[in-house]
């Protein structure tokens, strides 16, 4: 969990307890150290999380992973939230 | 498509699953799911074992529920546990407590991806022992006690719930707490052994509707993975947890013996889908079962299709209908909507229900051989020519 809130003009990457596992409608998406089970709902998304190791902020993940401009607002609260679950991490 | 219908129609691989290791057990509790007691001889060997876990690592498996029987007194057990722990298969293993030494606890706390779960069926030494036997509840509580020592932090304190303990949900709440555990309850199914005594121990109707409140109140901190999800019919509240049958279709066990079943509370041919020890192993038997498949078809709600709470409890629980001898496409027995009792009276006046599929009990009381072990007892004292004792009819 972080206390700093999300800001996608910075870098992040998964955590390093988390697993994500490939599923038809997305992921599933597991914590080992809060034992916490969730969901990725879309296959973009996931290209999104896989991505943002790689991209200089988040931002870039989502241009990288083909986001249309329309939907980024949806897809930044969504990283918004996956950041304050601990799924996602600064870097 | 929802996410719960994904689950529906099945998924890659299990998110979690239970693996009992062995029927063997030190306690006989009376209302054992899957009958345990004894060792079986053709149980899976350590490194059969390993090729499960294997498998699990390659099938991103999260992680698998440990029992049995009680799993820890397998000599192999934590050697297991380091293995799977070690290829990132989190495990979460249910245990009586007897072998959670304060060495042990220190060890446990000090690994990562793992999680205890002790059993406690009653608030107090009697409801419990009445259950899981003499001194288990002292055992339970020491264990406890070494966890919390050790500082392994939210571990788990698993109720199954019954008529003589429904009453003493607050009371293992603060059980709970006191130790640092979470309260995870879950549903008498009336499997194994549970099939002899869950006429006597299943919550009444009246104790149900208190449970719902019960869960709507507290339902966030406590768990119930897909327990009480027949609950629903009471209200229009959805109970937190996962409200459907997971059985073959997010969830499954392997048991002792390597048979993987649609779902722990259902050892029985009828939901028999293979054997890990089958061609293509366990990934075979969850991807290709035609019992899986089935399972992961639409279930039509029968007799319930009309009901107006069939949406919010799509039936209820396949093994509690199947072993109080109802249809699959009925009401399940503790039916809210009052609909279980009036099936259950129809049963009863038919067929004779179905037996659990393996039986490994302890067979009652030790059979006292005194073949070559000192002197006969003095109240047994032999008296035919054939005993063996060499102290035969002799009186001093």
């Known amino acids: 969990m972080s206390t700093e809130p999300f800001d996608a003009a910075r870098p992040y990457r998964l955590s390093p307890t988390v697993a994500v596992r490939p599923e038809p409608f997305g992921a599933l998406v597991y914590d080992f150290t809060t034992r916490r089970l969730s969901f990725l709902k879309t296959r973009t998304l996931v290209e999104v999380v896989r991505g943002l190791e790689e991209q200089p902020d988040a931002h870039a993940a989502l241009a990288s992973a083909d986001v249309p401009e329309a939907e980024r607002g949806r897809y930044l609260d969504a990283l918004a939230g996956l950041h304050a679950a601990g799924t996602i991490v600064a870097r | 498509m929802k996410l719960v219908e994904h689950f529906q129609h099945g998924l890659d691989a299990p998110i979690c699953l239970t693996w009992e290791l062995t029927y063997a057990c030190n306690l006989a509790c009376v209302h054992c799911l899957?009958?345990?007691?004894?060792?079986?001889?053709?149980?899976?060997?350590?490194?059969?074992?390993?090729?499960?876990?294997?498998?699990?690592?390659?099938?991103?498996?999260?992680?698998?529920n440990i029992g049995g029987g009680e799993p820890t007194i397998r000599p192999d057990f934590w050697e297991l546990v380091e293995y799977a722990v070690g290829n990132r298969v989190g495990v979460k293993f249910s245990t009586n407590g007897v072998r959670i030494t304060p060495d042990r606890a220190r060890l446990l706390a000090a690994t990562d991806y793992v999680d205890v779960q002790l059993s406690l069926d009653g608030a107090t030494r009697e409801v419990n022992d009445a259950v899981r036997g003499p001194g288990s509840f002292d055992t339970a509580m020491r264990a406890m006690g070494n966890l919390r020592a050790a500082g392994l932090r939210g571990f788990k304190l698993s109720v199954v719930v019954t008529r003589h303990n429904a009453g003493q949900l607050d009371a293992f709440r603060r059980i709970a707490e006191d130790h640092g555990a979470q309260l995870r309850i879950t549903r008498l199914r009336p499997s194994g052994r549970g099939a002899d005594t869950w006429d006597a121990l299943h919550p009444t109707a009246e104790?149900?509707?208190?449970?719902?409140?019960?869960?709507?109140?507290?339902?966030?901190?406590?768990?119930?993975?897909?327990?009480?999800?027949?609950?629903?019919?009471?209200?229009?509240?959805?109970?937190?947890?996962?409200?459907?049958?997971?059985?073959?279709?997010?969830?499954?066990?392997?048991?002792?013996?390597?048979?993987?079943?649609?779902?722990?509370?259902?050892?029985?041919?009828?939901?028999?889908?293979?054997?890990?020890?089958?061609?293509?192993?366990?990934?075979?038997?969850?991807?290709?079962?035609?019992?899986?498949?089935?399972?992961?078809?639409?279930?039509?709600?029968?007799?319930?299709?009309?009901?107006?709470?069939?949406?919010?409890?799509?039936?209820?629980?396949?093994?509690?209908?199947?072993?109080?001898?109802?249809?699959l496409d009925g009401p399940d027995p503790e039916c809210v909507k009052g609909n279980g009792e009036p099936a259950l009276a129809a049963a009863g006046a038919g067929t004779a229900k179905p037996r659990p599929g393996k039986d490994h009990s302890h067979r009652g009381k030790r059979v006292p051989v005194a073949i070559g072990w000192g002197p006969p007892e003095p109240e047994r004292l032999p008296d035919r020519t054939c005993d063996t004792s060499p102290l035969a009819g002799f009186r001093p």
């Open chain 2, 34 to 64: 899957s009958s345990s007691g004894r060792r079986d001889p053709r149980e899976l060997t350590t490194a059969e074992c390993k090729a499960v876990i294997d498998e699990l690592r390659r099938l991103q498996v999260f992680y698998v």
């Open chain 2, 207 to 327: 104790q149900q509707h208190q449970l719902y409140d019960w869960l709507l109140r507290h339902g966030e901190q406590v768990l119930t993975g897909d327990s009480f999800f027949h609950l629903n019919a009471l209200g229009s509240t959805p109970l937190p947890g996962l409200n459907l049958c997971g059985a073959g279709r997010v969830v499954c066990l392997i048991d002792p013996v390597g048979d993987v079943y649609a779902c722990p509370f259902a050892i029985h041919d009828e939901f028999l889908a293979g054997n890990v020890r089958d061609q293509g192993g366990f990934t075979a038997v969850w991807r290709e079962s035609e019992l899986f498949a089935r399972l992961r078809t639409p279930q039509t709600g029968g007799a319930c299709t009309s009901c107006s709470a069939y949406d919010a409890c799509q039936g209820g629980c396949m093994a509690a209908k199947f072993f109080t001898g109802l249809p």
